[in-house]
């Protein structure tokens, strides 16, 4: 059996609270992951760069260091709303699982591991409502040349434009169909990974989960963002290549499949692990500071 959560009674506030606990996590996530971030998407989409660190040198080089914060209002807002999202909709499916095991009579309604995994899964398909076209924009902006060649003059102006060019579907939507299966694959892995870990650890100390120390939180969630990325990266890849595709004549991938297609024709396996150096290195401090932000903030909500 899982993580034991702390007794709930069922608390009108208690949505509120999740929702409220991932907003933090989800500006913690931001402020930390955006630098690498960046170095990933353009790893991911083009082909001027032999690896991570020369990558970052020459955007610091011909960019500027504000540019690794480049499509950063984009993520601040979204990615706050998406993490948000995340943790109100696992705990959520959570609460949803912890009654149905103790209508069917279990003397331990906690949940199982697999029922981690569903509520994590079922969080990330909510989830890609909102990051669908949030990531879709922010990768159009981090992608764009740099100077006068630039396509987009912000968030705003970027949204209008995919949505006249492309329409909601193929326009500001586009991806959704491989972003609804990274997200179930990478949020089931990532909450089953960091329930499974806290577990051990209350039942290794013989603690209870509210006294689990924060930098063990933080250990723990940082190894959990490992197991997401490690789980999902391909599905990212494709992502990153459709939402960085053209329009009309200058479309290369007809859909999801196609892209799959291409990417192994052209590039063989190791085209779904391009760019994921960078990404494994931000996975860490960036879940690290989510969880506990997460964590803490709930605590301190009661």
């Not at 706050?80 to 069917?104: D, L, T, W």
Request: proline share 4%.
């Amino acid at each position: 059996m899982a993580s034991e959560h702390k007794g709930e009674v069922e608390d009108p506030m208690q949505t509120i609270k999740d929702l409220t606990s991932g907003a933090v996590g989800g500006i913690a996530q931001v402020l930390l992951g955006q630098p690498f971030d960046i170095v990933k998407v353009r790893l991911q989409t083009t082909t001027h760069y032999s690896n991570a660190l020369d990558c970052a040198t020459k955007i610091f080089a011909k960019e500027g260091p504000l540019a690794f914060y480049k499509g950063t209002l984009t993520p601040l807002i979204g990615i706050g709303a998406c993490v948000s999202v995340q943790f109100g909709a696992f705990h959520e499916a959570r609460r949803y699982f912890e009654r149905m095991n103790a209508q069917k009579g279990s003397k331990d309604p906690h949940l199982s591991y697999s029922q981690y995994y569903l509520s994590g899964a079922f969080a990330g398909i909510v989830n890609s409502v909102i990051s669908g076209p949030i990531e879709h924009v922010r990768i159009r902006l981090q992608t764009q040349p740099h100077g006068e060649g630039r396509l987009y003059n912000g968030p705003l102006d970027c949204i209008k434009k995919l949505s006249s060019q492309g329409g909601l579907f193929n326009g500001l939507y586009r991806g959704e169909a491989v972003t609804i299966l990274r997200e179930a694959q990478a949020y089931g892995t990532w909450f089953l990974s960091f329930e499974y870990m806290m577990d051990w650890e209350a039942r290794r100390t013989n603690t209870k989960r509210e006294d689990i120390p924060a930098y063990k939180i933080a250990g723990y969630g940082g190894l959990a963002g490992e197991m997401l990325w490690l789980s999902s990266y391909p599905f990212d890849v494709v992502k990153s290549k459709m939402q960085s595709d053209g329009f009309g004549e200058q479309q290369r991938y007809k859909n999801m499949r196609d892209c799959f297609r291409q990417t192994l024709a052209q590039e063989g396996m190791g085209g779904f692990v391009k760019g994921i150096a960078p990404t494994l290195l931000r996975a860490a401090p960036v879940s690290a500071g989510t969880f506990a932000a997460f964590e803490l903030t709930k605590r301190a909500l009661g």
